[in-house]
């Protein structure tokens, strides 16, 4: 479980560290790479920008996508994942304080592999961490990389 990289998609500094805390809490101590806005997780999946020297083959092992997102808002980066042959079957959760059913209705149609609100309470954010880390990190299998 430790080889294999989380990608998570987040512009609120405080919400990654509170990501990072309920995988740090829950043993869970994979890399983590964090990108703060939409083009910075697109550059980082096709290893551009500042991810130019990147194995693009190298594919994190779920993908943490926020929806409300500078440059590139989250529905936006899910679509480019799954119409980019190299990408569409990267695993891709929507963890989100959006309670918007058109938010939940677009995710699943433009292919994300779960939805998940984030808890307001720590403890149940922790929880629910624990959950996607034990599920996306040790129980699923992912799809051979080509």
């Given at each position: 479980?430790?080889?294999?990289?989380?990608?998570?998609v987040e512009?609120?500094?405080?919400?990654?560290?509170?990501?990072?805390?309920?995988?740090?809490?829950?043993?869970?101590?994979?890399?983590?790479?964090?990108?703060?806005?939409?083009?910075?997780?697109?550059?980082?999946?096709?290893?551009?920008?500042?991810?130019?020297?990147?194995?693009?083959?190298?594919?994190?092992?779920?993908?943490l996508l926020?929806?409300?997102?500078?440059?590139?808002?989250?529905?936006?980066?899910?679509?480019?994942?799954?119409?980019?042959?190299?990408?569409?079957?990267?695993?891709?959760?929507?963890?989100?304080?959006?309670?918007?059913?058109?938010?939940?209705?677009?995710?699943?149609?433009?292919g994300a592999?779960?939805?998940?609100?984030?808890?307001?309470?720590?403890?149940?954010?922790?929880?629910?961490?624990?959950?996607?880390?034990?599920?996306?990190?040790?129980?699923?299998?992912?799809?051979?990389?080509?």
């Open positions: 479980m430790k080889n294999k990289v989380i990608l998570l512009d609120n500094p405080s919400d990654v560290k509170l990501t990072r805390r309920a995988l740090e809490q829950n043993q869970i101590v994979n890399k983590v790479i964090v990108a703060e806005d939409g083009r910075e997780a697109l550059d980082y999946l096709s290893g551009a920008g500042q991810y130019a020297s990147r194995d693009v083959r190298d594919f994190p092992a779920v993908v926020d929806l409300k997102l500078p440059k590139i808002d989250g529905l936006e980066v899910l679509k480019e994942i799954r119409s980019n042959e190299l990408t569409r079957l990267i695993p891709v959760v929507i963890l989100t304080s959006s309670d918007q059913e058109e938010d939940l209705i677009a995710s699943y149609k433009l592999n779960s939805y998940i609100r984030k808890p307001v309470d720590f403890n149940q954010f922790a929880e629910a961490v624990r959950n996607l880390g034990m599920y996306w990190l040790l129980l699923n299998e992912a799809p051979p990389v080509k």
